[in-house]
């Protein structure tokens, strides 16, 4: 009996799992409000030169710029006192007296610390900073996971976003603002790591599929629930604290969450693994299964993943042998720019000129046919056909943006929508494809470091976005381009579809061996069905 098997016979498909996946779900909605915050709290509204305080009485008028639009960062040194179509000649100076803002417009922390014109590179800082958070978070509190188990680092990390978000929405200045969304980056690392590890770990292998795709789906639903309370909510103080303070909650709920059995076994605490076990058995009526359970079985069951763990791994192992130096290359790629490009669409809502509100449903619920068209594809089409295609299907809507003009913004939403969705769902093939590329041994090294390029392109696209300063297009130009890349370097990652699991770094070798062995050896292939088949090495099946 593998361990899978011995999970299933005790947690399988009763009211255990269903708790389980709500438990780690539920916070993971407030996870997606985290993460496109900044869409509404750091919104710009239309806004103008304040007129000096020793300005005359009567229409305030303003320069005109090549665009035939008010000038929003400049004013004139001596306003004229007429119309504003006549007079688009003289004197100009930056806004020295500060801006005016629409009032009807939401309140956000571009208003409050005037972060518009020289400043606005402050506001993508801001969003950088936060990715630089999941960025740092990632391993640090993937070793401390490793270390000190799932459990307390996933308890850790509510409380962490819980205290930081509530903490962001009563900075005083724009650098404590900053500060404590930088730690608000680090809790939604941690929490990402350990329900994903927590989700896996407690589920039989029939089942992982399904709870994997339920759990994403709570963040699709998460992205639905931000843009309602946005409109509910339109002060961006008490918006930041509404979507923190239930991270107490998850705090106080996650202690009924059980740690990992694999990491309990494998850290030497085998009698606290068994009472888990049989806790859980009873809570799903199957009490008379649990106490059938024994320590020799358990370890039994682990003895192979025991002897795994004691090998020691390191990051040189992703480039110890060719193919996976061309596999950890094309990955790292990928995941790069998919982060990178999904960012550049996901928080450039409001340069597509439509309703705020409506726009971000409309992106959020492109994940649903995403989703499930991904699902179809990687079953039947193939991880590396559907990833490939996906790429650069996004790549080439994002290009095609520099091509419309910016008063077609219904044709312009359209693509970035459709390129939206294309990125979201290769998330959701990298996440299946990285694991079945990477052998056991360094399989979590492998989505570490992937995982890890996805932050680094999260937290590069605001800062890309500011080179909009030179000419327009050339934000479009770097995400498409680079995204074009990434679906190309898909194209030489080998194919999973229908393949086992690799155990070790010579099982990807083997495996290697054999898709090019039809190629090269088509006759020799045919006289082999003719010989009776050998069995298969371990950790391998029929190619």
């Known amino acids: 009996m593998t361990f899978a098997e011995l999970v299933d016979r005790v947690s399988s498909k009763g009211p255990f799992q269903f708790l389980h996946t709500v438990l780690l779900g539920l916070p993971i909605l407030g996870m997606a409000s985290h993460n496109l915050l900044q869409i509404f709290t750091a919104a710009t509204p239309i806004h103008h030169c304040r007129p000096p305080p020793n300005a005359s009485a009567g229409p305030w008028v303003l320069p005109i710029g090549r665009s035939g639009k008010p000038e929003t960062c400049l004013r004139f040194v001596y306003p004229p006192n007429t119309s504003l179509h006549n007079d688009t000649q003289g004197a100009t100076e930056p806004c020295l007296d500060g801006w005016t803002y629409d009032t009807n417009s939401r309140d956000s922390i571009v208003i409050e610390w005037d972060l518009v014109c020289s400043s606005n590179k402050l506001k993508e800082m801001a969003q950088s900073i936060f990715m630089a958070g999941i960025l740092v978070g990632g391993p640090l509190l ?41 730690l608000c980056g680090c809790g939604i690392s941690g929490i990402s790591l350990s329900t994903v590890i927590l ?50 909650s998850c705090f106080l709920l996650s202690w ?114 995403a989703k499930f068209i991904t699902i179809i594809s990687v079953s039947y089409l193939g991880r590396h056909i559907t990833e490939a295609a996906v790429l650069l299907l996004a790549g080439g809507s ?115 061996l054999r898709a090019k062995k039809p190629k090269q050896e088509p006759e020799a292939e045919k006289a082999s069905q003719k010989i009776p088949l050998q069995p298969c090495e371990p950790g391998l099946g029929p190619s």
């Open 142 to 182: 993937g070793d401390l996971s490793d270390r000190f188990g799932r459990k307390p680092i996933l308890i850790c990390s509510y409380l962490l976003l819980a205290a930081s978000g509530s903490g962001a929405a009563f900075s005083p200045t724009l650098p404590v603002y900053m500060v404590f969304r930088f």
């Open 199 to 248: 989700n896996v770990e407690w589920v039989s292998t029939r089942m992982r599929a399904i709870k994997s795709t339920a759990i994403g789906y709570f963040y699709t639903v998460g992205q639905f629930i931000l843009p309602g309370l946005a409109y509910a909510i339109p002060q961006w103080r008490w918006l930041q604290l509404t979507v923190s303070v239930p991270f107490f």
């Open 256 to 369: 009924w969450l059980p740690e990992s059995i694999r990491w309990m076994v494998l850290s030497g605490k085998s009698s606290k693994a068994l009472k888990t076990l049989r806790q859980v058995a009873a809570f799903n009526g199957k009490k008379e299964e649990g106490e059938k359970l024994s320590l020799e079985e358990l370890k039994l069951n682990l003895q192979k993943e025991i002897s795994l763990a004691k090998v020691k791994h390191s990051l040189a192992d992703l480039i110890r042998t060719p193919i996976l130096r061309r596999m950890t290359f094309c990955l790292s790629l990928a995941w790069f720019c998919t982060g990178f490009a999904y960012y550049s669409l996901a928080m450039g809502v409001e340069e597509f000129g439509v309703n705020l509100y409506l726009l971000q449903l409309i992106f959020g619920g492109v994940d649903i046919p």
């Open 398 to 512: 994002i290009l095609a943006l520099i091509f419309v003009p910016s008063d077609l913004m219904t044709l312009r939403t359209i693509l970035a929508v459709f390129g939206k969705g294309c990125l979201s769902s290769s998330f959701s093939c990298l996440f299946l494809y990285t694991s079945e590329l990477y052998p056991t041994v360094i399989r979590q090294t492998g989505m570490g470091i992937s995982n890890l390029w996805a932050r680094v392109g999260s937290m590069m696209a605001p800062l890309v976005k500011i080179t909009g300063e030179l000419q327009p297009f050339i934000p479009n130009v770097i995400f498409g381009t680079i995204t074009l890349l990434g679906g190309s370097a898909a194209l030489f990652l080998p194919e999973t579809l229908n393949r086992p699991l690799p155990e070790t770094i010579e099982d990807v070798e083997t495996w290697s």
